[in-house]
């Protein structure tokens, strides 16, 4: 067999090779055996902690990509200086030492000039730190425009930070026995870690869990579950909150205990919203057994949980008192009292779904978590939750998505299902031997321990914008990706203080990931050198001014590409490999390499290695000494010895693949361990509200900061009308197993796989609606909103809300050297239009649900 | 004492390294007020955040050790120490 021409690939011995897969966030072990320098069968790996051997179609595919005779061969330079859609950059062939000394040229330049005029866009989730680290040798802050707005919808991260301390959602699967996921598909091979949490998802069942899915799509999800509760789409919130109103103001079910202790639900709280402090400062609680406000923290919330012995203070959680002539009351009375509004015969105006329906679930979820229960576990009394809710990007990638997000991780706070056995759970707030914990922060409330994260509270500073990412107008946002694009659009509107003038693209594909196209490409063209690192020709390298080939993910080395903060629900901590199997294709190198060489060109290796010392803590004799220049497999190399001994360098790793830790029973179920509290109140939105309301005025932006209070709320999507059911039309976008981003639908396996699958780049399109239109399965249909317009092949079915256009994927892309699936299928993210007003004043996030028109095409 | 920067610092204090001299028994939080006297109070709030402790982010090393984040501030200087001033790039975080 041809490797491509490559003779070099065939000096490799045969056999099989451990390695870790990138074709999701997963990270899921792999054996790929290999023959003469070809790879010719990819398994799961039995014994890697985080798939417990199972693997994908997307893994066993990898052929197809890796043999792929249209990928990226050389490094290539435009000759039509016009950047537009369907343009031909008119590609010519240049050498490695001219793109590399063109690049370091311009980046020296900029360097001296202003560093921040550089620009990363990258979604190599396993490995993103690494540019992180040399972006800050650079200089440049700017790393945030990432090519995965269809994936997490931005208002997951931050709400995760502020209620459990990690980046991730998750469920104990090990121990639940009732599951609600809200526009998830958490456990049916949606979202991450698949292969691990579906395996343990099915074992949950088979012993008899019951699953209940919100969703307007009939997803994967969804025809599996238990219940499927067809919602109005960016309805989720309101569904949440009349829930909340169901258990605590209908059935008196919660956790009053850990509510007490553990929350700040006592805390006192005035008429404007704000925390009643004592004269340190600190917030009051009510003290019912003395009958006086005392301070917050007058007791350890952990040990009056742990008991036997109980403190002698008894919060209170409801009633008016006086403290200094100041009206006020526990902020759980306004919790309960903020939810009246949200009835289930309201909710059901908004959402479609019977009011029964909603209390009944509301019932069943409150009975199932057995508040009051204990379970032990390796000689350990824990809390006992089993009911957990989960909620991702389609329940809260909408307008108001923050508080559709609090309110639906309310639902576990309110019944103690936080952390312990059964419950929901974050992804890894307790790090490998209590290295990182939860610590209180500012009024006891939790703060990731770890060192270097992006939590959302404390929040950062309003101020002037200097980021492109424009954090600084939203402070409590995780991911501001979006923004990113809206100021390349007009950075000067939002008052940043430079031009932007290199991006570098790798692993990223922002022209079909994010929304608009159009406006997408408007940002590329108002940065005058782009540069991208890519496997493949995709859409946003058609706007790049020099295209690096790149390796495929069973050509590179990556040392501990597995994030623990992206892999919940795994039983094992682990430190993994991801070693090449075969030779690189034509020229392809590894942008790590590439990064590397451009710090040596453009003078900024000392720093970069310094950098990388101090984050990456490596030990004496593994350090990298800034007077030499390393291999990136030699960095590889000092990083394992530096973490695991002299005997456990890149060697031991790629002959043996991992170490692994088995978690114990604090790092999984911290909950009754903490001392810091969980927020069930956000009082530091208003003061956060004020600072971005006085700034945006000053800079004369209009800007809304009305969802900066402290309870969640329900407001309707900017198209949203409660009237008129069944005349209105929202698209949707789901995911389907067997893709990952943009990047799986121009392989040939997996874009056959799709042509045969009933609901995978199809138009779904409910039985009454398409009737309606005259419309039947496998018409050629056009979808319009007011951004765009996109076609696609209609799947007429009950599985879909009346309202509600369902489009999968990122399919449809349109790249001229990407001929498989090209222009097949509908791209959902050209239907969005990219602006403020369609924004989460709070995340950034893109609303992802919009009126449309149906007609065939 | 010396103190060098690295990373985002060094475009927020203008240059790579410099000579700053502090009083006696100073701590690495005296040291910052002085160079945000020196640099501007944006760069003193470009390390610390207002509420005593330092951004996500920022290390400080006093003569090539890494100061734990949550202790740095309250370490203690003499004019022969060299000081490395580290900001990082916030992480990518979600899309």
């Known amino acids: ?857 | 004492m010396k103190v060098l920067y690295l990373g985002l610092a060094r475009h927020a204090a203008g240059c790579e390294e410099e000579e700053v001299s502090v009083p006696d028994g100073s701590l690495v939080r005296d040291l910052i007020e002085i160079l945000g006297r020196r640099h501007g109070q944006k760069f003193a709030r470009s390390l610390t955040n207002g509420r005593g402790g330092l951004h996500v982010g920022v290390r400080i090393l006093l003569g090539g050790e890494d100061l734990p984040p949550e202790k740095a501030l309250d370490i203690r200087l003499s004019n022969s120490s060299e000081v490395t001033l580290l900001i990082l790039a916030r992480p990518m975080a979600g899309g």
Request: hydrophobic share 40%; charged share 25%.
């Open chain 1, 1 to 857: 067999m041809d490797v491509h021409g490559d003779p070099a690939a065939l000096t490799e011995p045969d056999g099989w090779v451990r390695t870790i897969c990138q074709g999701c966030y997963g990270q899921c072990g792999l054996k790929v055996h290999r023959e003469n320098g070809v790879v010719t069968e990819i398994e799961g790996d039995p014994d890697f902690p985080n798939s417990w051997g199972k693997t994908c179609a997307k893994a066993k595919a990898y052929f197809m990509s890796l043999y792929d005779p249209n990928r990226v061969r050389v490094p290539l330079r435009r000759t039509n200086p016009r950047k537009e859609i369907g343009v031909d950059p008119g590609w010519e062939e240049i050498t490695w030492e001219e793109a590399l000394s063109t690049i370091a040229a311009r980046m020296k330049k900029v360097r001296a000039e202003d560093p921040r005029k550089l620009l990363i866009a990258t979604f190599d989730w396993g490995t993103m730190e690494t540019a992180m680290l040399w972006a800050s040798a650079f200089g440049t802050p700017n790393i945030k425009w990432h090519g995965g707005g269809y994936f997490c919808g931005n208002a997951l991260h931050a709400v995760s930070y502020m209620t459990n301390s990690t980046f991730h959602t998750a469920i104990d699967l090990d121990y639940c026995e009732y599951a609600v996921l809200f526009g998830s598909q958490h456990g049916f091979m949606g979202g991450v870690n698949p292969n691990l949490i579906t395996q343990k998802m099915a074992r949950a069942r088979a012993r008899g869990m019951k699953v209940v899915v919100v969703d307007p799509v009939g997803t994967n999800a969804a025809s599996k579950a238990d219940v499927w509760l067809p919602i109005r789409p960016g309805t989720d919130g309101a569904l949440a909150l009349a829930m909340i109103h169901v258990l605590v103001n209908e059935e008196g079910v919660y956790d009053a205990p850990f509510l007490k202790y553990q929350t700040n639900a006592p805390y006192l709280v005035d008429k404007n919203g704000y925390y009643v402090r004592g004269g340190d400062g600190k917030p009051l609680i009510w003290d019912a057994a003395s009958g006086v406000p005392r301070p917050y923290d007058c007791f350890s919330g952990a040990a009056a949980l742990r008991g036997p012995e109980k403190v002698s203070i008894d919060p209170a959680l409801t009633g008016e008192f006086q403290v200094e002539g100041v009206s006020c009351g526990p902020a759980f009375a306004k919790l309960k009292e903020a939810v009246r509004a949200y009835t289930p015969e309201k909710a059901e105006t908004i959402t479609t779904l019977p009011a029964a329906q909603i209390r009944e679930t509301a019932r069943e979820f409150g009975r199932a978590a057995k508040i009051g229960s204990t379970i032990e576990i390796d000689g350990e009394t824990l809390p006992f939750r089993p009911a957990a809710v989960h909620a991702y990007r389609g329940a809260f990638a909408h307008k108001h998505g923050t508080h559709t997000h609090i309110a639906i991780q309310l639902l576990n706070l309110l019944v103690g299902s936080l952390f312990v056995p059964g419950g929901a759970q974050g992804s890894d707030a307790v790090g490998p031997d209590r290295s990182w914990e939860p610590v209180p922060g500012p009024d006891g409330l939790m703060v990731t321990g770890k060192i270097h994260h992006s939590s959302v509270f404390p929040p950062s500073e309003v101020a002037p914008p200097e980021l492109l990412e424009l954090r600084e107008l939203f402070p409590i946002s995780c991911s501001v990706s979006s923004a990113v694009g809206l100021s390349l659009m007009d950075h000067r509107k939002f008052g940043i203080p430079y031009d932007p003038e290199i991006l570098f693209v790798f692993r990223a594909n922002p022209m079909m990931s994010r929304v608009s196209p159009e406006d997408t490409g408007r940002a590329l063209r108002n940065i005058p050198f782009v540069v991208s690192i890519t496997r493949e020709f995709n859409e946003t390298a058609e706007f790049a001014d020099i295209v690096l080939p790149d390796t495929h993910d069973l050509e590179r080395l990556d040392m501990f590409p597995n994030r623990f903060d992206l892999l919940p629900e795994i039983d094992s901590w682990f430190w993994g490999v991801r070693q090449p199997v075969v030779k690189p294709y034509g020229q392809a190198r590894h942008w790590g390499e590439v990064l590397l060489e451009l710090s040596e060109r453009a003078d900024f290796r000392r720093d970069f290695y310094e950098i990388l010392n101090i984050s990456w803590k490596l030990k004496d004799g593994c350090r990298l000494d800034p007077s030499r220049p390393y291999s990136w497999a030699e960095i590889a190399d000092c990083r394992a010895r530096s973490a695991f001994g002299p005997d456990k360098g890149l060697e031991w790793f790629r002959a043996n693949g991992a170490v692994t830790r088995k978690r114990t029973v604090r790092e999984m179920y911290p909950r009754a361990f903490l001392e810091s509290r969980f927020p069930v109140y956000f009082e530091f939105f208003l003061n956060v509200g004020k600072d971005v309301a006085k700034l945006t005025r000053e800079m004369g932006l209009s800007w809304d900061t009305s969802d900066y209070v402290p309870v969640p709320f329900w407001k309707p999507c900017a198209d949203y009308r409660e009237h008129g059911r069944g005349e209105h039309l929202y698209a949707v976008n789901y995911k389907v197993p067997f893709h990952s981003l943009s990047n799986t639908s121009d392989n040939p396996w997996l874009h056959d796989l799709t042509g045969r699958h009933p609901y995978a780049n199809k138009v779904l399109l409910h039985t009454d609606t398409a009737r309606a239109r005259g419309i039947h399965t496998g018409d050629l249909v056009a979808v319009e909103s007011v951004a765009g317009k996109v076609e696609g092949r209609a799947k007429v079915t009950e599985c879909i809300h009346p309202e509600v256009v369902g489009i999968s994927g990122i399919f449809g892309h349109w790249a001229k050297n990407r001929p498989v699936g090209r222009r097949d299928g509908a791209h959902f993210n050209s239907l969005l239009p990219l602006n403020l007003e369609r924004m989460d004043p709070v995340s950034a996030a893109v609303d992802s649900c919009i009126r449309v028109k149906v007609y065939r095409a």
